[in-house]
């Protein structure tokens, strides 16, 4: 299995940004996705998760309104947009992918990360 | 603040045996299952237990989780300096419906 996160990005207070996993080695219906943060020298932070064959998703309360996670069956692909940036979405984000009867756990496998830094 | 309470620190010397503690409430730990990763610095977080005490494959047996109530504790035997990372549990909290962490614990290998 492997999890390949898109790059680092900059964006400017009250832009949006969207980042994506690749997955390969689970069929699309077999796995969930989380996606969690982390702000520099701060613990993991939970955002959301989505199952991909029902295109189902559970936001973090913090994030609700601004979140948004969808899914690509043509390319095994599971994107996070986040609006409305402020300099506290400064922060390294992840995805972890789990089998979908496992939802409960957050990440068997992760994308190595992605740096968002937001600043003017 | 985090859901779930960690010690921020632990610490012995190689071999020894560590035990790092997560309490929560029943809204989360008591009701439903734990996990923890282990997390280097500059590296993403890796499984090491889930479904409170089973390893993934891979993961030595020096490892192991369990659980009481609202607490939960990760154990670390025959401490090694590779050991020495930041140490987080998580689980489901069905009252926030929203997946929680604890604010991590490092592991110091004196």
């Known amino acids: 299995v492997q999890v390949l996160q898109s790059g680092a990005e900059v964006r400017r207070p009250g832009t949006t940004v969207k980042m994506s996993c690749k997955v390969s080695g689970y069929r699309f219906k077999d796995f969930y996705m989380h996606w969690m943060r982390q702000a520099p020298g701060k613990g993991l932070e939970w955002m959301g998760i989505i199952d991909p064959e029902r295109d189902e998703t559970t936001y973090a309360g913090q994030f609700r309104g601004r979140i948004t996670i969808t899914a690509d069956s043509s390319t095994n692909s599971i994107f996070m947009g986040l609006d409305s940036l402020t300099s506290d979405d400064t922060a390294v984000y992840y995805c972890?992918?789990?089998?979908?009867?496992?939802?409960?756990?957050?990440?068997?496998?992760w994308g190595q990360g992605a740096l968002v830094t937001v600043s003017s | 603040q985090s859901v779930l309470t960690q010690p921020p620190s632990v610490s012995a010397a190689p071999g020894q045996k560590v035990t790092i503690s997560c309490s929560g409430s029943?809204?989360?730990?008591?009701?439903?299952?734990v996990s923890w990763y282990q997390q280097f610095p500059g590296a993403a977080p890796k499984l090491l237990i889930h479904d409170n005490n089973e390893r993934p494959s891979g993961i030595p047996a020096r490892f192991s989780g369990s659980k009481s109530g609202t607490s939960a504790t990760l154990a670390i035997t025959g401490l090694q300096t590779g050991d020495e990372a930041t140490y987080y549990c998580g689980s489901w909290d069905s009252s926030l419906n929203a997946g929680v962490f604890g604010g991590g614990t490092k592991v110091t290998v004196l």
């Open positions: 972890g992918v789990v089998p979908s009867a496992s939802s409960e756990r957050f990440g068997d496998h």
């Open positions: 029943d809204s989360n730990i008591e009701n439903n299952v």
